[in-house]
């Protein structure tokens, strides 16, 4: 029987998944009445929008004449030229390439803990830790905003103890960290239980193996365990990444209590969204968030292809 | 589960367990906070510890100031988000199962391509979204009506993901043989046998949906002006502005108060729930 990762990985590298099996019904048109409404709905509210962004894209608003006109890849062209748009795409960049690993090797760690059957308590532990992605997003920031804040948080309160003004989670040097840290307390918790589920699919008989074969907890850890969760840990990944290029609710609502330090194209997400609601830049604010979006894609493409390449 | 039965009985460790207690504290401190600082009044906000009671406890104070403030737009706000809730998510739970069980069990052509649509669309960002879908709407009439934020709320890709991963194991191909052989037709076999031995997963998928659609802030935020559609997220957002920006109103305890209302109903049904959806998760672990 096959485990449900390499199905999961069967799936993600798109091999073998035709290969006929028992009680498939073959070369049948039947599935797309289940496929279908979500197809629908999935046509009007994801690829309508992006056929009309790239149309967008290919204009450009007359200042005083009104009207739109054709313009080709000339807003391409000045995006790439645009420096603030590259210092947005930089600071995420650098923002993915410290909090992701941070929080993934977190949650993997919380979850071989947990499943590690050496913890009290340890359904207490998954609850607790995944809670705060309970937590609207919103309220997490106003949350951690207030507590970073000098008014009546926490930092406050250790500056007082600690008779400094040393700690400054909203000063100009330290917000990325600050945000980094928001979006590490909201999704630990989360990726945590995308993994422990995985590992909850291992067959029993393969730690019964390696426990004949004489193999410790680590060895235990690194020959069934990480193998096992390899697919969860790519899937995990490309959310991530998806997720630190389109960093937005966090800053913008910092913004309100650091508006010096959070400029208007802090992130790029935040720049398309500024661009077109408060400068009413709509062609060229479509074409920054193409841009952003082939580059995501094709990011968590190649994380994909090596992801279901490699082995760990 | 696999742990009872496991011929590794590793004994427990106090030096793990106190590891993990240290990223529970980590954890819960904020929320702490968060309880403690609804319980002041603005007054003690100012000058009593972060992490202890003020000279008051204002709580109940707090939580009538905030749902009568304004002539009660936080109730307003608190039933636009039931509202969105409800629907979108319970829609895109509907639509996601359906699609995940026809994904698993079906192979039809152009199945592949559905796939590749999926991941590539999953991987725009939502301003590439966002801009064009508000134009979009705003073309239909739909901007500051309820369906801007319910039609989105509709499309749960993770959903899907979760959906098709657990329909997989969870429905096994001779059953639906069976059912076929027994002369029952496709979609009777989805609502009679499937939806049955999917519960699991779809109390999963539904909680997950509730989960993104209360939590939904960038399309509302796009979408609506009117402050009577806003859901709690975008109100709590707009009063915070009120307290720190030019001209202020100190209502730093309504902001507060009103985000721990917030996150109240989503905990509670994460834990009354909590049977059903670890179930939903780790049933992969417990083969037919």
Avoid: C
């Avoid at chain 1, 905003?145 to 406050?156: C, E, K, R």
């Amino acid at each position: 029987m096959l485990t449900l990762t390499s199905e999961v990985d069967g799936q993600m590298a798109e091999s073998a998944v035709l290969r006929p099996r028992r009680g498939w019904l073959h070369r049948d048109t039947k599935g797309w009445i289940f496929v279908g409404p979500f197809l629908a709905v999935f046509a009007l509210t994801f690829l309508a929008p992006i056929g009309y962004a790239i149309y967008l894209s290919l204009f450009r608003e007359q200042a005083f004449f009104g009207g739109n006109t054709f313009v080709g890849l000339d807003n391409y062209a000045e995006v790439v030229r645009d420096s603030k748009f590259w210092e947005a795409f930089l600071r995420v960049l650098l923002f993915l390439v410290v909090q992701v690993p941070v929080m993934l090797v977190l949650a993997l760690l919380a979850a071989l803990a947990i499943d590690s059957a050496r913890l009290h308590a340890s359904s207490f532990f998954r609850i607790v830790i995944f809670l705060p992605y309970a937590v609207p997003g919103v309220v997490a920031v106003l949350m951690w905003g207030y507590i970073y804040g000098n008014n009546f948080g926490l930092a406050a309160d250790l500056n007082d103890l600690l008779g400094s003004t040393a700690i400054q989670p909203l000063s100009k040097s330290w917000m990325l960290p600050s945000i980094a840290n928001i979006v590490t307390w909201e999704f630990v918790g989360y990726n945590m239980l995308i993994f422990y589920s995985a590992l909850r699919t291992v067959p029993e008989e393969l730690y019964e193996a390696a426990a004949i074969d004489g193999a410790g907890t680590v060895r235990t850890i690194l020959a069934v365990k990480l193998p096992a969760l390899r697919g969860a840990i790519v899937i995990a990944t490309i959310f991530s990444i998806i997720g630190s290029f389109q960093l937005f609710n966090e800053p913008n609502i910092l913004r309100t209590l650091a508006p010096n330090v959070i400029t208007t194209y802090f992130t790029p997400n935040m720049y398309a969204y500024n661009l077109s609601f408060a400068g009413q830049q709509f062609n060229y604010s479509a074409t920054v968030a193409i841009v952003m979006g082939v580059i995501t894609a094709v990011i968590a493409y190649v994380v994909q292809l090596r992801g279901s390449r490699e082995a760990l | 589960m696999s742990t009872t039965t496991s011929p590794l009985r590793p004994r427990r460790s106090p030096l793990l367990t106190g590891l993990m207690l240290l990223y529970l504290v980590y954890t819960l401190v904020p929320l702490l906070w968060l309880f403690l600082s609804a319980t002041k009044t603005q007054d003690d906000l100012l000058s009593s510890p972060g992490l202890w009671f003020g000279k008051s406890f204002a709580l109940f104070g707090n939580i009538s100031d905030t749902l009568t403030y304004n002539d009660g737009i936080f109730l307003r706000w608190l039933g636009n988000t039931l509202l969105y809730v409800v629907v979108g998510a319970g829609g895109a739970t509907l639509l996601a199962t359906a699609a995940g069980y026809g994904l698993a069990k079906y192979r039809f052509a152009g199945r592949r391509a559905v796939f590749a649509v999926l991941l590539g669309a999953v991987a725009v960002p939502g301003t590439a979204l966002a801009v064009p879908t508000f134009l979009m709407f705003s073309n239909l009439g739909l901007t500051n009506t309820v369906w801007a934020i319910i039609i989105p709320s509709l499309v749960s890709p993770f959903g899907l993901y979760l959906m098709w991963v657990y329909a997989t194991d969870a429905v096994p191909h001779d059953l639906l043989e069976a059912a076929r052989i027994d002369g029952a037709g496709e979609i009777r076999i989805f609502f009679t046998v499937a939806l049955r031995l999917l519960a699991p997963g779809i109390v999963t998928v539904l909680l997950f949906a509730v989960v993104s659609t209360w939590n939904n802030y960038f399309l509302p935020l796009i979408m609506l002006s009117k402050p009577n559609l806003y859901p709690l997220t975008v109100g709590l957002t707009q009063w915070s502005n009120q307290a720190t920006g030019v001209g202020a109103r100190p209502i730093y305890n309504l902001v507060i108060t009103g985000s721990l209302l917030t996150i109240v109903p989503l905990v509670v049904a994460f834990l009354l729930l909590q049977r059903f959806w670890q179930s939903g998760l780790s049933a992969g672990s417990v083969k037919q």
